[in-house]
């Protein structure tokens, strides 16, 4: 199973939803690098579920314990590998999906693939679970990236159809950090209100709902990526769509410039100060797959999440007939909101990939 990525610096995810451990292991990680444990932990909750009514019941305590790659809190240049233990899994919810597979899941894909063989609990491997072990590896390298001048933020641009307050041309890194230690990962707080609103809403309906992710990266020379194949979107995109859940990405003005003129999607260069500049950003820091030096921009769709109480058709498996199936178990009413570190944590890995 494929489930890593990267080229000098590699990651791999393991473990299942309802398994004993989910982990990861990096190679490549430059060495002599110190962690900061703490901010690594403060990290890790932001991703973490049971804390409130707008995410999953299933509460981890997602402390992660090094199995090798750190010696005395530095990276030694050996793979690093880290364990995050399961202890509030109730498998007990998901027999019924052995049989019929969940609509909008992996289940019937993974049931055609391992003939039947899969571990499915708490969606098994293809469980939003498997973003912690990310976000420790992509936490670690968000502190390799900021000691190196570049820093990394996202927030939840939009839940159904309420918008937050869009990032600039470029932002400071204390927006970044001002967002991340709020308990919702928006920039204007009313308009988080709004969206807890319709994530109760959608609950209380026994549904979902999805939304958007901005993301931006700077402090990023320009310069970095290659045509055609290993440009900075192509690796970028390549690697979110590995979080559960993403559907779409974009990149700059993205979706947008298709219905704008060539003169208003242009970014105009100047001259200042004896350096060439960019007046706008809506290449969104990348052209020809290489960086400007201008911000990275990319925006994720979010799908609403397939596990909902509502009853749904699906089929019985053994029986080969038609079925209806409400979903039991512990589950988001809306997976963006906690998807807004695990952007940051591959962002960054890729970035730091890139730079090696």
């Given amino acids: 199973m494929s489930s890593e990525f990267g080229n000098k610096l590699r990651v791999s995810v393991f473990g299942q939803s309802h398994g004993d451990a989910i982990g990861v292991v990096i190679n490549g990680l430059p060495h002599g690098e110190e962690i900061d444990f703490d901010e690594l932990q403060d990290f890790l909750e932001r991703r973490r579920g049971g804390k409130n009514p707008y995410s999953t019941k299933r509460s981890e305590k997602d402390v992660p314990k090094f199995l090798s790659g750190i010696q005395d809190n530095k990276t030694c240049g050996m793979p690093l590998c880290a364990i995050i233990e399961n202890e509030d899994k109730r498998s007990v919810d998901y027999s019924e999906i052995l049989d019929k597979p969940r609509p909008s899941h992996a289940d019937l894909t993974a049931h055609i693939k391992w003939q039947g063989m899969a571990d499915m609990r708490g969606g098994g491997h293809f469980s939003g679970r498997l973003t912690a072990p990310l976000c420790i590896a992509g936490g670690i390298a968000k502190?390799?990236?900021?000691?190196?001048?570049?820093?990394?933020?996202?927030?939840?641009?939009?839940?159904?159809n309420v918008y937050d307050k869009a990032f600039g041309i470029t932002e400071d890194s204390s927006l970044f950090e001002e967002i991340a230690k709020k308990d919702f990962p928006v920039i204007d707080n009313l308009s988080g209100e709004k969206m807890k609103e319709r994530?109760?809403?959608?609950?209380?309906?026994?549904?979902?709902?999805?939304?958007?992710?901005?993301?931006?990266?700077?402090?990023?020379?320009?310069?970095?990526?290659?045509?055609?194949?290993?440009?900075?979107?192509?690796?970028?995109?390549?690697?979110?769509?590995?979080?559960?859940?993403?559907?779409?990405?974009?990149?700059?003005?993205?979706?947008?410039?298709?219905?704008?003129?060539?003169?208003?999607?242009?970014?105009?260069?100047?001259?200042?100060n004896g350096e060439i500049k960019i007046k706008t950003n809506n290449a969104g820091g990348i052209l020809g797959g290489i960086t400007t030096g201008m911000p990275v921009v990319f925006r994720l769709a979010v799908k609403p999440t397939p596990s909902i109480a509502k009853e749904q058709d699906t089929v019985s498996i053994s029986k080969m007939e038609n079925a209806k199936l409400s979903i039991k178990g512990r589950h988001d009413p809306c997976i963006a909101q906690r998807a807004v570190p695990v952007a940051e944590a591959v962002a960054s890995l890729v970035i730091l990939d890139m730079l090696i």
């Fill in 143 to 160: 502190q390799i990236l900021k000691r190196r001048g570049i820093h990394v933020g996202a927030h939840l641009l939009c839940v159904e």
């Fill in 199 to 272: 994530i109760i809403s959608a609950s209380k309906d026994l549904d979902s709902v999805g939304g958007i992710i901005e993301c931006m990266i700077t402090g990023v020379p320009a310069g970095i990526g290659e045509p055609m194949f290993d440009g900075v979107e192509n690796r970028l995109a390549a690697s979110l769509f590995g979080i559960p859940a993403i559907k779409g990405i974009e990149f700059g003005t993205g979706f947008e410039a298709s219905h704008m003129r060539g003169s208003e999607n242009n970014d105009p260069y100047y001259v200042e």
